[in-house]
């Protein structure tokens, strides 16, 4: 009996132990790196509010949080660009050791940070790391698993980002009982730990034979450089992809920094009324354990949806093509987040978390399967870092401008009520101030659609080579 043909199998069993072991590093470089950015999320407010000087008020809390967002994901998006070309030059595998090696360094030091702008800077260093992963981790599978089990595996590498994050939950949910101003800095510490990875990766991980071949001919017959912006943005065939692939991850990378990982900041309020409704009696201790325990679960069941959300997004662009399938996404992810948004309003309400999550992070598995897809081996990590990572420069502005626009839209609500409104009415009035410039940032999906009749459909297609 003849065996059954490779194209008959299913895409996991077309692959070697060499091909699992190239899957399995790049997805944990990539699970670890998000475990991290989820980890900051949970500790930011807590460690700021620990390092600052004493007497900061409330809303200098706030802001001092979402500048230590902003720094972060500048610090991300500039990691990005380095290492996406680094990766190009000298090696996936090589570059790919570098950057969890930093992310979880850094990580670990800020734990030991003595105040708020010693904090910020680790926090800065942490995102040059953690932004050179996914281009590094998208390319190194791409240019080493076989033309048909690509794509489905660069979706599952997307989905185990939510395994990261989940886990981050449940950490932060295992220290909900400690002084939040010392839990902090143990999510940090755990943060370190994948830099005990780096030790397989240099030692053990090989670098794809695609990009050798590319650099050899590079090397020998004076070809066009590798890693090279000149050659990015200089040639038009691939300055066009680049561009339009970059607005198109500027959607979908501000709408989940600037608004959907904000979901903790419409949440907390809601749990804080429950858990007193609840027990009128709660001491200020046990309110702020529940709160931490509750907002790890949201964490927890946003990116439960994500992981779904991520799997079946894979699925259906391998039937029914990138494009079609990024429209009904950025559709989606649009609706839920307004529905979210508008409509969350007690704990029997965080189902709707994980249906934002679902909507908001299925597009996140578009991009590690279409972007590598628009560029050839020598530009590969250059340009998916490139297209990823530049909208976290936008996406680093969305706390700030999400906070600006909540405080304008609040003063404006505030000075509508009455005079003799009362605390509670103000703090509601607040309240929907925040919903409201939510839902206005959520108009970031649109330019996703825009963009999209001017970006090429690659399903079906090899990668482009020269």
Same mark, same amino acid.
């Given at each position: 009996?003849?065996?059954?043909?490779?194209?008959?199998?299913?895409?996991?069993?077309?692959?070697?132990?060499?091909?699992?072991?190239?899957?399995?590093?790049? !997805?944990?470089?990539?699970?670890?790196?998000?475990?991290?950015?989820?980890?900051?999320?949970?500790?930011?407010?807590?460690?700021?509010?620990?390092?600052?000087?004493?007497?900061? !008020?409330? =809303?200098?809390?706030?802001?001092?949080?979402?500048?230590?967002? !902003?720094?972060?994901?500048?610090?991300?998006?500039? $990691?990005?660009?380095?290492? $996406?070309?680094?990766?190009?030059?000298?090696?996936?595998?090589?570059?790919?050791?570098?950057?969890?090696?930093?992310?979880?360094?850094?990580?670990?030091?800020?734990?030991?940070?003595?105040?708020?702008?010693?904090?910020?800077?680790?926090?800065?260093?942490?995102?040059?790391?953690?932004? @050179?992963?996914?281009?590094?981790?998208?390319?190194?599978?791409?240019?080493?698993?076989?033309?048909?089990?690509?794509?489905?595996?660069?979706?599952?590498?997307?989905?185990?980002?939510?395994?990261?994050?989940?886990?981050?939950?449940?950490?932060?949910?295992?220290?909900?009982?400690?002084? =939040?101003?010392?839990?902090?800095?143990?999510?940090?510490?755990?943060?370190?730990?994948?830099?005990?990875?780096?030790?397989?990766?240099?030692?053990?991980?090989?670098?794809?034979?695609?990009?050798?071949?590319?650099?050899?001919?590079?090397?020998?017959?004076?070809?066009?450089?590798?890693?090279?912006?000149?050659? &990015?943005?200089?040639?038009?065939?691939?300055?066009? =992809?680049?561009?339009?692939?970059?607005?198109?991850?500027?959607?979908?990378?501000?709408?989940?920094?600037?608004?959907?990982?904000?979901?903790?900041?419409?949440?907390?309020?809601?749990?804080?009324?429950?858990?007193?409704?609840?027990?009128?009696?709660? %001491?200020?201790?046990?309110?702020?354990? $529940?709160?931490?325990?509750?907002?790890?679960?949201?964490?927890?069941?946003?990116?439960? @949806?994500?992981?779904?959300?991520?799997?079946?997004?894979?699925?259906?662009?391998?039937?029914? $093509?990138?494009?079609?399938?990024?429209?009904?996404?950025?559709? /989606?992810?649009?609706?839920?987040?307004?529905?979210?948004?508008?409509?969350?309003?007690?704990?029997?309400?965080?189902?709707?978390?994980?249906?934002? @999550?679902?909507?908001?992070?299925?597009?996140?598995?578009?991009? /590690?399967?279409?972007?590598?897809?628009?560029?050839?081996?020598?530009?590969?990590? %250059?340009?998916?870092?490139?297209?990823?990572?530049?909208?976290?420069?936008?996406?680093?502005?969305?706390?700030?401008?999400?906070?600006?626009?909540?405080?304008?839209?609040?003063?404006?609500?505030?000075?509508?009520?009455?005079?003799?409104?009362?605390?509670?009415?103000?703090?509601?009035?607040?309240? %929907?101030?925040?919903?409201?410039?939510?839902?206005?940032?959520?108009?970031?999906?649109?330019?996703?659609?825009?963009?999209?009749?001017? &970006? =090429?459909?690659?399903?079906?297609?090899?990668?482009?080579?020269?």
């Amino acid at each position: 009996m003849s065996s059954p043909s490779v194209s008959a199998l299913p895409w996991y069993r077309t692959l070697t132990p060499n091909h699992w072991f190239v899957f399995t590093v790049a !997805s944990l470089a990539w699970m670890f790196d998000c475990l991290d950015q989820q980890l900051f999320i949970l500790a930011r407010d807590n460690a700021v509010k620990a390092l600052s000087a004493a007497g900061t !008020s409330g =809303p200098e809390l706030k802001s001092l949080s979402g500048w230590a967002q !902003s720094i972060f994901v500048a610090g991300w998006a500039l $990691g990005g660009l380095i290492f $996406g070309s680094v990766g190009d030059r000298i090696g996936r595998a090589k570059t790919l050791s570098i950057t969890v090696l930093i992310y979880s360094l850094c990580t670990g030091l800020s734990a030991f940070s003595r105040d708020v702008t010693e904090f910020m800077i680790y926090r800065a260093l942490t995102g040059l790391g953690v932004g @050179g992963v996914f281009g590094l981790a998208v390319a190194l599978v791409a240019d080493s698993l076989p033309e048909l089990a690509r794509p489905k595996a660069l979706g599952l590498l997307q989905a185990l980002s939510a395994v990261g994050n989940v886990t981050a939950g449940l950490i932060a949910m295992s220290l909900a009982e400690m002084d =939040p101003m010392n839990s902090w800095k143990y999510l940090f510490w755990i943060g370190a730990a994948p830099a005990f990875l780096c030790i397989f990766i240099m030692f053990r991980l090989k670098e794809p034979v695609k990009w050798i071949a590319a650099r050899d001919a590079s090397r020998l017959t004076g070809g066009k450089a590798m890693g090279s912006y000149g050659s &990015l943005f200089g040639e038009v065939q691939w300055r066009r =992809p680049a561009i339009l692939g970059m607005i198109l991850c500027v959607s979908g990378v501000v709408g989940l920094w600037g608004v959907g990982f904000f979901s903790g900041a419409l949440i907390g309020p809601a749990i804080e009324n429950a858990l007193k409704a609840q027990n009128p009696a709660i %001491t200020p201790a046990a309110l702020a354990a $529940g709160k931490q325990w509750w907002t790890a679960a949201n964490l927890i069941v946003q990116n439960i @949806g994500a992981f779904f959300g991520m799997i079946l997004f894979a699925k259906l662009a391998h039937r029914y $093509g990138r494009k079609t399938v990024f429209a009904f996404g950025f559709i /989606a992810a649009f609706a839920a987040t307004i529905f979210f948004y508008q409509n969350f309003q007690t704990k029997a309400d965080i189902w709707m978390t994980g249906l934002m @999550g679902f909507c908001q992070l299925s597009i996140f598995a578009g991009f /590690a399967i279409y972007l590598p897809e628009l560029f050839p081996t020598r530009l590969r990590s %250059t340009g998916v870092s490139f297209c990823y990572n530049v909208g976290r420069f936008i996406a680093a502005t969305g706390p700030i401008t999400l906070g600006g626009l909540q405080k304008y839209l609040s003063e404006k609500a505030v000075a509508a009520l009455p005079t003799t409104a009362d605390a509670l009415s103000k703090a509601d009035a607040q309240l %929907t101030a925040f919903r409201s410039a939510a839902c206005w940032l959520a108009c970031i999906y649109v330019i996703g659609l825009l963009v999209l009749p001017f &970006l =090429p459909e690659t399903k079906g297609r090899p990668m482009p080579e020269e």
